[in-house]
């Protein structure tokens, strides 16, 4: 930009969007932003109250786009587009400005936009006392109040690199942050990253990121922070800071990929800020995108952002905890997942894992299951009882014994040899074909004849003893994932 700036005898126009509310009243998509009220409108930053917006470190301002055909500029129903004049203080950057006054000139009518569209357009042209026009009219009505920017305001000057690129005695240096191309992605919106818990803003030429109103909430004391370093390079997904209160430790994770423009300086002197004004100057740091059109979509945007999330919210609660997605003990306790292929990896890991560790996991699970279901069921155990013999499962994979005493009208668990002498009849399987057994998943004539359950005695007798022992069921239980347990 030249060294001196220019002064302007008119108002310079632009254009932007509004998300209209059911009066007619015209919001603009960010969290912090007031509505625009009819007339003049001065700019106030939400985040410094000692700002005179616009600032050129801050995003403070009233922001629109100098090209009325801007794609970013879209005729849908829930938003309108229109003209606006800008006078005072502003922030040019190469597709728009910020204003430090502003007011609404004209508000554009689709050709194709429906009866409702129609209805609240016309009730905001009414409330801000300006005409709606055909789209192709706007610039039209726009230039009845001011003048566009002048067209060499952007052009570079032949000294203007020189002086960019140069360092002390005019060697060239590399610039200290990446440039962003605001044209890269939309204009000022509003979103949440909804399982990151995030809000985000993006304006001409970065994207501000900081904690949710509701986790901030949840902090409950000063927190520590863990922030990046302006100029560090990130990929979307990436821990990018973390926030320590002694409630636990929360993770901020990169909702796009980008370069770090900067961290809020106040919270260095202030972190508590974070806590106490969240969505606004309690923000966390700028990032210049990388990739937006592709990552724009990871972030939930406009007016179903808050319904989403709050939905979110009340959802994760039920089952316990809010805001688990984020906190990095419960994080670290999960099993470490990058892709699809890694979650397949684990699920078939579980799938193959044996369901008892060992012999004490047999007695403690499977004989455990077995005595509390004698335990509740007198009747069984006189039932049970009246076999009046001893059954041994000699168990492998883990090797391990079950000893089931079914004498004097007394079924019980015994230890890994009955009182009194050898079993009547011993059964040698497997350990998970002994929990399929007590869960009914089974067929022991199928087991016996293929070799799975092989018996000290034979077909008859074998199968008369299981015919009165298959009463004795347990209720069936997942596997832990080693991980676990």
């Not at 990436?238 to 300086?265: H, I, Q």
């Not at 972190?271 to 210049?288: H, K, M, V």
């Not at 979650?343 to 077995?370: I, K, N, Q």
């Not at 890994?416 to 089974?442: Q, S």
């Amino acid at each position: 930009m030249p060294e001196s700036a220019p002064d302007f005898v008119e108002a310079v126009v632009g254009y932007r969007a509004w998300h209209i509310e059911d009066d007619g009243l015209l919001r603009p998509w960010t969290f912090t932003a007031l509505p625009w009220e009819p007339g003049a409108n001065r700019a106030v930053c939400a985040r410094d109250v000692r700002h005179m917006p616009p600032v050129a470190d801050c995003m403070c301002g009233l922001y629109a786009l100098t090209d009325p055909g801007d794609r970013r500029l879209d005729f849908r129903a829930d938003q309108a587009v229109g003209a606006i004049a800008a006078w005072g203080d502003l922030e040019v950057h190469r597709t728009g400005f910020r204003a430090e006054q502003a007011c609404v000139t004209a508000l554009a009518l689709p050709d194709r936009a429906g009866w409702e569209q129609r209805d609240a357009l016309a009730r905001a042209a009414e409330r801000y006392g300006v005409p709606l026009v055909a789209p192709d009219r706007l610039s039209d009505e726009a230039l009845r109040h001011g003048a566009t920017l002048p067209d060499d305001l952007w052009t570079p000057s032949p000294t203007w690199p020189a002086r960019r690129a140069a360092g002390a005695g005019g060697a060239p240096v590399a610039p200290r942050l990446p440039a962003v191309d605001p044209a890269a992605f939309g204009t000022a919106a509003r979103g949440i990253a909804l399982d990151a818990h995030l809000w985000v803003e993006t304006a001409l030429g970065a994207v501000v990121v900081g904690l949710t109103r509701a986790l901030a909430a949840d902090l409950g004391g000063e927190p520590q922070l863990t922030l990046p370093t302006p100029g560090a390079s990130l990929e979307a997904g990436d821990l990018v800071a973390t926030v320590r209160v002694a409630a636990g430790t929360f993770g901020v994770w990169a909702p796009v990929g980008g370069s770090v423009l900067t961290v809020n300086p106040r919270l260095a002197d202030d972190p508590g800020l974070l806590a106490r004004d969240p969505e606004g100057a309690g923000w966390l740091l700028r990032l210049a995108p990388r990739d937006w059109e592709r990552e724009a979509g990871a972030v939930t945007w406009g007016a179903a952002a808050d319904r989403h999330y709050a939905a979110l919210l009340e959802r994760d609660a039920a089952r316990g905890d809010a805001f688990a997605d984020v906190r990095l003990e419960r994080l670290r306790a999960l099993p470490p997942v990058r892709n699809a292929a890694d979650v397949l990896a684990h699920l078939r890991a579980e799938r193959e894992a044996p369901r008892f560790a060992d012999a004490d996991a047999v007695h403690v699970e499977l004989g455990g299951r077995l005595r509390d279901a004698l335990a509740n069921d007198p009747p069984l155990r006189e039932r049970l009882g009246r076999l009046d013999t001893v059954v041994r499962f000699a168990l492998r994979e883990p090797d391990a014994t079950l000893v089931l005493d079914l004498r004097d009208g007394r079924a019980h668990v015994a230890g890994d040899a009955p009182a009194g002498g050898a079993a009547d009849l011993e059964l040698a399987c497997t350990a998970e074909d002994a929990y399929r057994w007590f869960i009914g998943k089974l067929d022991p004539a199928s087991a016996l004849r293929c070799g799975d359950v092989v018996s000290s005695e034979g077909p008859g007798a074998t199968l008369r003893t299981l015919a009165v022992l298959k009463h004795l069921r347990i209720a069936a239980w997942d596997v832990l994932p080693t991980w676990a347990r």
